[in-house]
C-alpha cells in the first residue's frame, strides 16, 4: 500500500484490514519512503496499491 500525506494514514489502515481479514502479508508505505529501498524489492508482477487522492500530492505520487 502506497500514500502520501493524508492518504498514508488510509494506506496503513488498509495493510492493517489485510492482514486481520485475509491473512496475507501487506505493507504501508510513503510514497517518499518507498524509493529508498522497497522500490528494489518489487518486481514486474508485484501488486501495488496506491492512494492518490486529487490534492497537492497527486503529481509526486504519479511520477513516483
Known amino acids: 500500500m502506497l500514500g ?3 492518504a498514508f494514514p488510509i ?3 488498509t495493510a492493517l484490514k489485510l492482514k486481520e481479514t485475509c491473512a496475507i502479508h501487506a505493507e504501508a508505505y510513503s ?3 518507498v524509493m529508498h529501498g522497497p ?3 518489487m ?3 508485484f501488486p501495488v ?3 492518490a ?6 503529481a509526486n ?3 513516483a
Open 4 to 6: 502520501r500525506g493524508p
Open 11 to 13: 494506506a496503513q489502515e
Open 31 to 33: 510514497v517518499a519512503e
Open 39 to 41: 522500490w528494489e524489492l
Open 43 to 45: 518486481g514486474a508482477d
Open 49 to 51: 496499491l496506491v492512494y
Open 53 to 58: 487522492p486529487d490534492d497537492a500530492e497527486r
Open 61 to 63: 505520487t504519479a511520477e
